[in-house]
């Protein structure tokens, strides 16, 4: 039973380059805030924090996918663990979307002013 080494040095430079446009396509946006993006809301928030969220979530999903090797597992194994980060993920974002309303409505009308 021999053992034939791979390398997987294409797939790597491939992940880091995909990583690499992601995060620099972030960047870009975070410094410059297009006003197309940050003044149209879609869902409470405006359009240009959902990009971030969808981009962090991919990046998030293709690290677990390429440096935890769950290409290569069943599909029972990898829905076991994507389904929980999924529900905990839209539930956080439910949370935030909920206090956050919360949160301004208290401000903007009570006489408590912003001091933070």
């Known amino acids: 039973m021999s053992h034939e080494h791979v390398s997987n040095t294409k797939r790597i430079w491939f992940v880091f380059a995909l990583l690499s446009v992601v995060t620099t396509v972030e960047v ?3 410094i410059y805030k297009p006003a197309s ?3 149209t809301h879609f869902i409470g928030l405006n359009l ?4 971030f969220y969808i981009l962090t979530i991919f990046k998030a999903y293709y690290i677990v996918w390429a440096f935890m090797h769950m290409e290569g597992e069943k599909s029972s194994l990898r829905w076991s663990v ?4 999924i529900f905990l993920v839209l539930y956080l974002l439910f949370i935030l979307l909920t206090e ?3 949160i301004y409505g208290v401000f903007k009308d009570s006489t408590i002013k912003w001091n933070f």
């Open 82 to 85: 994507v389904s929980p980060v």
């Open 28 to 30: 870009i946006l975070g």
């Open 100 to 102: 956050g309303h919360y």
């Open 37 to 39: 993006l940050e003044f």
């Open 48 to 51: 240009l924090n959902w990009i």
